[in-house]
């Protein structure tokens, strides 16, 4: 009840704030049309269960606002052709922070901040903001994140066994597997091996978007990562791992939350731990991570029909409820700091080992230069790992090609 009265006067707040209401324009007119509730539409790419957690939660703002959650397929093209046409563009669209740097470079979203107070951002997990910033500029509100795991079958490694550095990992590799593999992943992908790269202090691509590929510390990531890659299957990709750790055929993996489910339901006594520690630094494996939440249409921001009811909008999602509805639809892990003190979020276990993956995750640039650094790092790995070419040389190659693409792309 409580709920509903506080949604019921946010709305009435940004009703009355001067911005002529959150309703749909008359008929022939340029003024809103009072009488009509606002009509606001999100694109989104989630599956069935996060999108209706939203739904529902977006449901509580009727009979004044109505939003609907409209599932787009080729979501990141097709806006790139509409985002700019105001008879075309959602008024949202919910996904991953990492591509809002090219649409605030194309002019067409508004940052959050613009929208609603800049200090309710406080109460959401820094991580997850500095996801959202690009050029100083908030653009998505966050709603939960996702991070890597490690992960292991307690029937091939126990709880004592679970490697706290990666010395002790590969020892346990060589020794202790029983037969079996002792550890996989996907080696030879840019999203799966960042997280050695950062465990050395090192960068695929600095924030203002300078490829790092032939610097000190990548090529030492690389070098040192490669004994690892001899004691795993020659093959990397998705399915292999996931199909050799599923039938009991390697002890640990590292993996993301979605694979967790269907581990379970194979009869894997399942483990999550801590990233282990690289012993040469004293820093933990640190893999990317992806920041979900909602982005502003600026066709919509700057609509005068529309501008109160997308921050009702706006001003909804913050509720930290709304974290922890998706915490227990999909395993989401929320952005708002506040849900991890209550019981039903802490007695998750993915979810908190993500709230302390995400202390040292690496949230994915935001950048438009990224979408060139996953194909170019990923052949760079295949390079070295599978191809067993030298570091330093296919490393400068890689740079080489990463600088040239970039100053093609702009």
Not at 49 to 74: C, F, H, W, Y
Not at 179 to 184: A, D, P, R, T
């Amino acid at each position: 009840m409580m709920k509903r009265v506080f949604i019921l006067l946010l709305s009435l707040t940004f009703i009355c704030a001067g911005c002529g209401g959150g309703t749909a324009a008359a008929p022939g007119s340029d003024e809103p049309d009072t009488a009509r509730p606002a009509e606001l539409i999100i694109w989104h790419d989630k599956e069935d269960e996060v999108a209706a957690v939203m739904q529902a939660e977006l449901d509580t703002l009727k009979p004044d606002i109505s939003v609907r959650m409209e599932k787009k397929n080729g979501l990141t093209e097709a806006l790139k052709m509409v985002g700019n046409d105001p008879n075309a563009a959602p008024d949202f669209y919910f996904f991953a922070h990492d591509k809002l740097g090219v649409y605030a470079e194309m002019g067409i979203l508004t940052p959050v901040t613009d929208l609603i107070d800049a200090t309710a951002l406080d109460a959401l997990l820094p991580m997850t903001v500095e996801a959202a910033t690009y050029k100083g500029a908030v653009y998505q509100l966050p709603i939960y994140f996702e991070t890597l795991l490690f992960m292991y079958n307690r029937a091939l490694m126990s709880d004592d066994e679970v490697p706290a550095t990666t010395e002790a990992l590969y020892n346990f590799m060589t020794s202790g597997a029983g037969g079996k593999y002792g550890f996989l992943e996907q080696h030879s992908t840019a999203y799966y091996s960042a997280g050695w790269v950062h465990g050395f202090g090192g960068q695929i691509i600095t924030a203002d978007g300078v490829p790092g590929l032939n610097g000190e510390r990548v090529i030492a990531a690389l070098d040192y990562h490669k004994k690892f890659v001899a004691r795993m299957p020659g093959e990397s990709e998705y399915a292999t791992v996931n199909t050799l750790f599923r039938e009991g055929r390697a002890a640990s993996t590292i993996g993301g939350p979605w694979f967790v489910p269907t581990a379970r339901e194979a009869g894997i006594d399942l483990g999550l731990a801590p990233m282990p520690t690289v012993d040469e630094t004293g820093m933990p494996l640190a893999p990317y991570s992806g920041v979900q939440g909602l982005h502003v249409l600026k066709v919509s921001a700057e609509n005068p029909a529309k501008n109160a009811a997308v921050k009702a909008v706006l001003g909804l999602l913050l509720n930290p409820a709304l974290g922890v509805s998706m915490a227990k639809a999909s395993g989401c892990a929320p952005a708002h700091a506040s849900c991890y003190g209550l019981d039903e979020i802490k007695d998750d276990e993915m979810v908190m080992m993500m709230r302390e993956t995400a202390e040292s995750a690496v949230p994915m640039p935001n950048i438009p230069e990224m979408d060139i650094m996953w194909n170019v790092m990923s052949n760079l790995l295949v390079d070295v790992n599978m191809r067993g070419a030298d570091t330093a040389e296919a490393a400068a190659k890689a740079q080489e090609e990463a600088v040239n693409l970039i100053a093609a792309m702009r």
